[in-house]
């Protein structure tokens, strides 16, 4: 069994989510039927505001209807982050969108105090494990790649995911932590950054990548580009010694 699978790095117009829906959806079109995962960046529609006054409250609501005719029209889960207001608090939420308009949502557990994140954005308080074309998925947001045993893998997923905005001064974390992350969870990890820079003086230069169970990096890119892979469920029922290490 095998999945087909599109990580999409680019760059963002800063609080637009309607810029960044048609700037999407082009990226998306695409690709056409080509894929059964399509993975877009944290807060894919506004970048890491830490102003989410300045956006709709609509907006949420909206992108998730795009969301739903995107994966629709191309028969793929399409996953990403967006700022979501639900009654009167903020959340950094996941939102992971299936064809048949189906849909299963994370909120960021580990919110990143250096930004002020904590203040503006309420932690989600649990993971969501969720099974899609016979894979089963973790997906998690940038910062919580910091805590491994948050990602810890007592659910027996096959893919670990992070959508992220992490800037290029500590980018060389990043990729080490995600390698980390494939070789401890004996899984495949998806790790999508976006590119460009924001107002807030931030450089993203991206490091989108994919790795295997056994830490073997499979794609990777600096610039705006869609990086494909394939997942094998072969590859990890029988090529990574999954069954004979213990992980707790």
């Given at each position: 069994?095998?999945m087909?699978?599109?990580?999409?790095?680019?760059?963002?117009?800063?609080?637009?989510p309607?810029?960044?829906?048609?700037?999407?959806s082009?990226?998306?079109?695409?690709?056409?039927?080509?894929?059964d995962?399509?993975v877009?960046?944290?807060?894919?529609?506004?970048?890491?505001?830490?102003?989410?006054?300045?956006?709709s409250?609509?907006?949420?609501?909206?992108?998730?209807?795009?969301?739903?005719?995107?994966?629709f029209?191309?028969?793929?889960?399409?996953?990403?982050?967006?700022?979501?207001?639900?009654?009167?608090?903020?959340?950094?939420r996941?939102i992971?969108?299936?064809?048949?308009?189906?849909?299963?949502?994370y909120?960021?557990?580990?919110?990143?105090?250096?930004?002020?994140?904590?203040?503006?954005?309420?932690?989600?308080?649990?993971?969501?494990?969720?099974?899609?074309?016979?894979?089963?998925?973790?997906?998690?947001?940038?910062?919580?790649?910091?805590?491994?045993?948050?990602s810890?893998?007592?659910?027996?997923?096959?893919?670990?995911?992070?959508v992220?905005?992490?800037?290029?001064?500590?980018?060389?974390?990043w990729d080490?932590?995600?390698?980390?992350?494939?070789?401890?969870?004996m899984?495949?990890?998806?790790?999508?950054?976006?590119?460009?820079?924001?107002?807030?003086?931030?450089?993203?230069?991206?490091?989108?990548?994919?790795?295997?169970?056994?830490?073997?990096?499979?794609?990777?890119s600096?610039?705006?580009?869609?990086?494909?892979?394939?997942?094998s469920?072969?590859?990890?029922?029988?090529?990574?010694?999954?069954?004979?290490?213990?992980?707790?």
């Amino acid at each position: 069994m095998t999945m087909e699978v599109a990580l999409i790095q680019s760059s963002l117009f800063w609080e637009d989510p309607e810029a960044n829906r048609k700037h999407f959806s082009k990226k998306i079109e695409a690709l056409g039927k080509a894929s059964d995962l399509i993975v877009l960046p944290e807060m894919f529609t506004t970048g890491f505001t830490m102003n989410p006054q300045n956006i709709s409250g609509e907006e949420g609501s909206l992108t998730l209807e795009w969301m739903k005719q995107q994966a629709f029209r191309t028969d793929a889960a399409l996953v990403g982050s967006v700022v979501f207001l639900e009654g009167k608090q903020y959340y950094n939420r996941l939102i992971f969108m299936k064809p048949d308009g189906q849909f299963d949502t994370y909120d960021k557990r580990h919110t990143f105090t250096l930004a002020g994140e904590d203040k503006v954005y309420q932690k989600g308080t649990h993971r969501n494990v969720i099974h899609f074309r016979g894979f089963t998925f973790c997906p998690l947001i940038c910062y919580d790649l910091r805590f491994p045993v948050w990602s810890r893998n007592t659910d027996n997923y096959d893919v670990l995911i992070y959508v992220a905005n992490w800037p290029s001064p500590r980018v060389s974390a990043w990729d080490t932590l995600l390698r980390a992350r494939a070789i401890e969870n004996m899984a495949y990890v998806l790790g999508v950054n976006r590119v460009g820079t924001d107002p807030n003086d931030l450089d993203y230069s991206g490091h989108s990548a994919a790795y295997d169970s056994m830490g073997e990096r499979i794609t990777y890119s600096e610039e705006e580009a869609v990086l494909r892979l394939t997942l094998s469920k072969n590859h990890l029922e029988h090529g990574s010694w999954k069954t004979g290490i213990p992980l707790l």
